[in-house]
């Protein structure tokens, strides 16, 4: 069992900046990659970023790539994901997944927190 609870969400203005953090409890936190997720109102959950187990390999989605940047301390069992020159459409509920191994899709992610709200101003 894994235990994920994200938080840093808040409302920015668009242009401007937030840090997500995913606390992590339960298994090993290292032995397994991270992902990131979000979810916008009437639309289906998509991929942001993934974080391999070491953190020497990270992955985006194409519309978040150059602005976000995914991380994670293994020794503090928290991954995070640093969103810069937010814009409107980043405006979503983000969630953090765990999986074993690697993957983008949100089926091949076991466990996953309750979410947290981005709001991006316009």
């Known amino acids: 069992q894994v235990q994920l609870v994200e938080s840093g969400g808040g409302l920015v203005q668009a242009g401007g900046s937030l840090r997500l953090s995913c606390a992590a409890s339960g298994r090993t936190f290292s032995s397994y990659a991270m992902g990131w997720f979000r979810q916008a109102p009437g639309k289906e959950r998509e991929f942001v970023a993934a974080?391999?187990?070491?953190?020497?390999?990270?992955y985006y989605a194409d519309s978040v790539k150059g602005r976000f940047t995914i991380s994670r301390d293994n020794a503090k069992n928290t991954v995070y994901l640093q969103m810069n020159s937010l814009k409107p459409e980043d405006t979503a509920v983000y969630y953090c997944?765990?999986?074993?191994?690697?993957?983008?899709?949100?089926?091949?992610?076991?466990?996953w927190g309750q979410g947290t709200q981005v709001t991006v101003s316009s």
């Open positions: 997944a765990s999986v074993e191994g690697w993957g983008y899709l949100s089926s091949e992610y076991d466990y």
């Open positions: 974080i391999s187990w070491s953190g020497g390999s990270t």
